[in-house]
């Protein structure tokens, strides 16, 4: 069975940068799209970013285009989100997920996604 591993969050100053790290395991990563997605307290999960499983295409929430980038190395089985400029409003808990169905398209409901890692926190201060 496939497991995710986050990692790569902490405190951050507004303004500033983080990079997550989503590593998976087994032989077969390379067939799926990745996703990003976040929860803040008393929210609900929401998408912040996909990516196709041959890495070419990419979709990102309104909320966090032109400041967060998602990219994948199928080399190392590890999926990235690099964030910059960061605000607040940023802070919760991140997760990576993988989509179910080999070579599907992007999606961006947490119900086309069956595989989850435990989340790394990241939190913003002003």
């Known amino acids: 069975q496939v497991q995710l591993g986050e990692s790569g969050g902490g405190l951050v100053q507004a303004g500033g940068s983080l990079r997550l790290s989503c590593a998976a395991s087994?032989?077969?990563?390379?067939?799926?799209?990745m996703a990003w997605f976040r929860q803040a307290p008393g929210k609900e999960r929401e998408f912040v970013a996909g990516?196709?499983?041959?890495?070419?295409?990419?979709s990102y929430a309104d909320s966090v285009k032109g400041r967060f980038t998602i990219s994948r190395d199928n080399t190392k089985n590890t999926v990235y989100l690099q964030m910059n400029s960061l605000k607040t409003e940023d802070t919760a808990l991140y997760y990576c997920?993988?989509?179910?169905?080999?070579?599907?398209?992007?999606?961006?409901?947490?119900?086309?996604?069956?595989?989850w890692g435990q989340g790394t926190q990241v939190t913003v201060s002003s």
């Open positions: 087994g032989r077969t990563f390379s067939r799926y799209a």
């Open positions: 990516i196709s499983w041959i890495g070419s295409i990419t």
């Open positions: 997920a993988r989509r179910f169905g080999e070579r599907s398209g992007l999606a961006s409901s947490p119900s086309f996604y069956d595989t």
